[in-house]
Structures are given as C-alpha cells and as structure tokens.
C-alpha cells in the first residue's frame, strides 16, 4: 500500500514509476497466420500477477469499417503475389 500510496498523484508517468510498478512484461512471437501482424505482450505487475486489460467492445460501424480493411488486406495480399 505504501507504494501506492506514493503515487496517487502523479502527471506524468516517469521510468522510476514504471520500474517501481512493473515486475516483468513478456512479448510473443508474432502471429500473421490471419494476415495481419498480431503479437501478445503480457505485463506481470508486482504484487498484483499479470494485468489483463479487456479489449473495448466494437460498435456495428466500428465493425464493418474493420470488415472492409481485412478484405482490402486480403485482396491486396493476393494481388501482390
């Protein structure tokens, strides 16, 4: 708590912050099995284990616009080879 404590008000986050914080950050290979270049970073904070920040929910818009841009990718892909 101590730690915490110590930081509750800061404005900008600072290496000696992220170092007090932070225990180890794992990055994965990348995946591009679908395409587009995916890669898994895991971020292990200290005292607390491994953080899992949830992945913002897409509105329909949002959806599609996403849709369209796979299949450009997928297109342009096969074109170029």
């Not at 290496?15 to 270049?37: M, S």
């Amino acid at each position: 708590m101590e730690l915490v404590r110590k930081y509750t008000n800061f404005s900008e986050l600072t290496t000696p912050i992220i170092h007090e914080f932070i225990d180890k950050i794992v990055v994965h290979e990348a995946d591009k099995l679908t395409g587009e270049r995916i890669q898994q970073i895991d971020i292990y904070l200290k005292y607390v284990g491994k953080l899992d920040v949830p992945m913002p929910e897409l509105t329909p818009k949002q959806c599609r616009e996403e849709e369209r841009r796979r299949k450009k990718r997928a297109w342009n892909s096969t074109y170029m080879r």
